[in-house]
């Protein structure tokens, strides 16, 4: 297992369309977070899943965000109708739910709404 | 909110030793993580505290109060490449497990 994946790294997008990012967590781990990163700042969270179930969605989620865990794997992340305020790193974060095993992040995917 | 409080930039010279605090709200606290954030790179963890006192993994040290609500990451023996954000996150019972992350600390090391 090589840890989170995230994809795409990079994504250019114009304003109002959409687009959809994914995550891959570690196989054996229950939890997935998404939290958004602007510069300077700490990762705010977003959204969690306990396996398939999405248990917790934060209010900067507004009703342009979707976020799916299918299957209690992989997940997406959709935002529809983008604009210029959603430019930001999009982390993904998967944990065992052993608090003391920490959170393992993904690499991120930077959106840059133009 | 949880009020996380931590400064927002530091600098320290190679090779010294460099303390940096994170102030929390008490109510319903867990426990307290340090994350280590390289510019343009995902967050990775450095400790975890839930008891009150100092845990040593290395050139790295943790410290947590818990009546105090105060938590600081200690670094010794600075080398150029510790220059990253350093993010406090504590958590709490009753919210899933998720982290609530201080703004970050950034901490530039200088020769």
């Known amino acids: 297992d090589t840890g989170v994946s995230q994809d795409p790294r990079h994504k250019i997008t114009k304003r109002g369309q959409n687009v959809t990012f994914r995550c891959d967590p570690i196989?054996?781990?229950?939890?997935l977070y998404w939290y958004r990163q602007t510069l300077g700042q700490g990762p705010e969270f977003l959204t969690y899943?306990?396996?398939?179930?999405?248990?917790?969605k934060s209010r900067l989620l507004s009703d342009r965000f979707s976020a799916e865990r299918p299957k209690g794997s992989f997940s997406t992340l959709e935002i529809q109708r983008t604009e210029q305020g959603d430019s930001a790193m999009y982390l993904c974060a998967s944990s065992p739910g052993t608090a003391r095993q920490g959170y393992t992040f993904g690499s991120g995917t930077r959106l840059t709404v133009v | 909110g949880q009020n996380i409080d931590q400064p927002t930039e530091m600098t320290a010279t190679e090779g010294a030793i460099v303390q940096i605090n994170c102030t929390y709200q008490?109510?319903?606290?867990?426990?307290l993580f340090w994350y280590q954030q390289h510019a343009g790179e995902a967050p990775t963890f450095l400790s975890y505290n839930v008891l009150d006192g100092l845990e040593e993994k290395g050139r790295f040290s943790s410290f947590l109060s818990r009546s105090k609500g105060y938590s600081y990451l200690l670094l010794k023996e600075l080398q150029m490449k510790d220059s990253a954000s350093y993010l406090c996150a504590p958590t709490f019972s009753g919210n899933t497990g998720k982290l609530i992350f201080g703004q970050g600390t950034t901490l530039q090391v200088k020769p």
């Open positions: 008490t109510s319903g606290f867990n426990g």
């Open positions: 196989s054996e781990h229950n939890r």
């Open positions: 899943f306990q396996n398939e179930a999405q248990l917790e």
